[in-house]
């Protein structure tokens, strides 16, 4: 493949990530409160009958204005990014097929056994098979649940409250056999419904395959691995 076109995907990369902070940070929860308290205001004159000062009004016209073009802007964002890690899914044969092999002098030494320490740091491929789940923090906020399936279906729940207009891009996680979302239930062996949704997902999976599937799920909404962080019990159920 071209090194241009490399270079290109990965300042598109670029140029998403630096978008995130801009549009996903509290400022859009800020002027939400602010709207809220202007129209608050605007209904107590109107309730009153006393007549509500213009500026007002247009302190209210414009922020509704603002508010709606930063949402439209965010979900855009979020599609593009979405739309961009497929297309990186779908290259990476490509770059495999066209990647020279290594020299043999160049291939890396294993490390004798005894020298080998396991990294303990959390990880997507970490086993959680024994550890029990209390909650987690997600942008900013933090939430209880008892079980791995709980972390998972509220994560589609948050998911589903911030992004209802393209929620329905769940339908496009799958393993290798078979779908995680579908909107028969009869497609799963465990079927568990999203609240709030007429969604169904499959919770037939390991507590280590929960957590990597609600990481890939705010990951194609464009959040990042450390958005999220789990509460682990100090002990073993």
Not at 5 to 24: A, F, K, M
Not at 80 to 86: C, I, K, P, V, Y
């Amino acid at each position: 493949m071209d090194d241009s076109c490399l270079v290109s995907i990965n300042r598109l990369q670029g140029v998403i990530d630096s978008l995130y902070p801009i549009l996903l940070n509290s400022n859009l929860n800020e002027k939400r409160e602010n709207l809220d308290i202007i129209t608050n205001s605007v209904n107590q004159f109107e309730l009153k009958s006393i007549p509500v000062p213009d500026d007002l009004y247009l302190m209210q016209k414009d922020l509704k204005i603002e508010l709606s073009r930063m949402e439209n802007a965010k979900e855009t964002l979020l599609y593009l990014s979405s739309m961009f890690a497929q297309f990186q899914s779908q290259l990476e044969p490509l770059l495999k097929a066209t990647t020279s092999p290594q020299p043999r002098s160049e291939r890396k030494v294993r490390a004798p056994v005894n020298g080998r320490i396991k990294d303990t740091s959390e990880s997507p491929s970490e086993e959680y098979a024994h550890k029990k789940i209390q909650g987690f923090t997600f942008a900013g906020k933090n939430y209880e649940v008892d079980t791995w399936i709980d972390l998972y279906i509220k994560m589609c729940e948050i998911m589903y409250k911030e992004h209802p207009g393209v929620f329905d891009r769940v339908l496009t996680l799958k393993g290798t056999k078979r779908h995680y979302f579908a909107k028969d239930p009869k497609q799963f062996k465990m079927a568990k419904i999203i609240p709030g949704t007429d969604m169904f997902l499959e919770s037939n999976f390991s507590a280590t395959k929960l957590k990597r599937n609600t990481i890939k799920l705010i990951k194609l909404f464009g959040y990042k691995e450390e958005d999220i962080r789990f509460k682990i019990a100090s002990f073993s159920p």
